[in-house]
């Protein structure tokens, strides 16, 4: 009999998935633990190997949407025949999800290991694909990729090894149906703003201090490779803003309000083809000089495809910056089931009077998004105001 590959199932939240890439055609044989597809799922794509050797035989498209535990194609065993007519897939309703790294059981069929980590990760190119450019030599994002979604393959990799030719890229006129996390994302944002009661007010920050701490700390830890950014600050303030305003941390789920012991903030990371939110977990029980390292980690690993699915599971409360893009302030969407996220606009000139004075001043605007089934105006504005006092105060981040 025939083995089933499987949609495999990552995460617990996890409700569709993409065949994003067949790394092994279809007829074409396979040996065990051998890439033979790629999964693309709302938070990460990662390829599944091959539980059994064989031939493989496709039974799902790529881009098609499917369901944790359908079939996506079988491995007939070398000497089996292979049959005109290939069986009815059933899908597997038990399948086990895989999550927080745990290894696979006996009911997800393949293995799951994330993409090999390189330079050049970003790329959509085969396992194969990247280690003959590795042997030979070749600049993968020199490559235009004939394979699927213009996926670099292993012949596009050996033709430019043999020709080498930098092929400039071009824009499809063409209009593309959303699929994977881009497809996701509008899901999500679309159901967030239709099944939460969300408001945003803004506050105005004088960042005076803060810019002078940062420069202090930039210094300080500059031999421990740390370099402490805005949202760095922004996101200490709320972590002990939050652990005051526990309603604020709380998760709101099938009708009730789910308190949350512990702060697992989020920071969003923007990515060519969306955005990702990687979590600090325990935030609360960590420095400012911890939080600032491990967002930078996460940060660095989500650009180059290396985070694990525990580094996307469990936040409680998000913080997202525009202001990298000149942006003063904006209307953040909730991350549901979180109750709040917090937009971190640019710093700019403003000014206060001092004695009839006029003095220049270093300002930034926050913008908190919150669902009021979970809290109302009042504490919610004095959640803020906290955040703003511990940046007006930032020394206190430290302690």
Not at 135 to 147: A, K, R
Not at 213 to 238: F, H, K, M
Not at 270 to 290: C, F, N, R, S, Y
Request: charge should be negative.
């Amino acid at each position: 009999m025939p083995t089933e590959i499987y949609l495999v199932k990552v995460g617990m939240t996890m409700t569709e998935g993409i065949v994003d890439e067949w790394y092994v055609a279809d007829g074409d044989p396979v040996t065990q633990g051998e890439p033979v597809y790629r999964l693309e799922t709302e938070k990460v794509n990662m390829d599944v190997e091959a539980d059994v050797s064989g031939i493989v035989k496709h039974i799902a498209q790529v881009g098609e949407t499917l369901a944790p535990g359908d079939v996506v194609g079988w491995i007939f065993a070398p000497d089996e025949t292979i049959p005109d007519e290939l069986p009815t897939p059933k899908a597997n309703p038990n399948i086990v999800a895989l999550d927080e790294g745990d290894a696979p059981t006996e009911a997800t069929e393949e293995r799951v290991v994330q993409e090999a980590s390189s330079p050049s990760s970003r790329i959509k190119a085969s396992p194969a694909a990247r280690r003959l450019a590795e042997e030979l030599n070749v600049d993968l994002s020199q490559i235009e990729g004939t394979g699927p979604r213009g996926r670099i393959t292993k012949d596009d990799v050996t033709q430019a090894a043999e020709a080498p030719a930098v092929v400039s890229a071009h824009i499809s006129s063409e209009a593309e149906p959303l699929r994977g996390m881009r497809k996701i994302i509008a899901e999500r944002m679309f159901q967030s703003l239709q099944t939460t009661a969300q408001l945003t007010i803004e506050m105005e920050v004088c960042m005076d201090d803060a810019v002078k701490l940062r420069e202090a700390l930039i210094a300080e830890w500059e031999a421990s490779g740390i370099r402490v950014t805005y949202t760095d600050l922004v996101v200490s303030a709320c972590v002990k803003a939050l652990q005051t305003h526990p309603a604020m941390n709380a998760t709101f789920v099938d009708g009730m309000i789910q308190p949350n012991a512990s702060v697992h903030i989020g920071i969003a990371v923007a990515l060519e083809e969306g955005l990702i939110v990687p979590v600090i977990h325990d935030a609360d029980g960590k420095t400012l000089k911890e939080c600032a390292a491990e967002a930078a980690s996460l940060a660095e690993r989500a650009r180059s495809d290396k985070l694990a699915l525990d580094d996307v599971n469990g936040g409680t409360f998000t913080v997202t910056s525009l202001g990298m893009y000149g942006v003063d302030t904006f209307t953040p969407i909730l991350n549901s089931p979180q109750t709040g996220i917090l937009g971190v606009g640019r710093i700019y000139d403003g000014v206060r009077w001092v004695e009839n004075q006029a003095v220049r001043t270093q300002n930034l605007r926050l913008s908190l998004t919150w669902d009021h089934r979970v809290l109302d105006g009042a504490p919610a504005a004095e959640f803020l105001r906290e955040v703003k006092e511990h940046l007006e105060s930032p020394y206190r981040l430290i302690l």
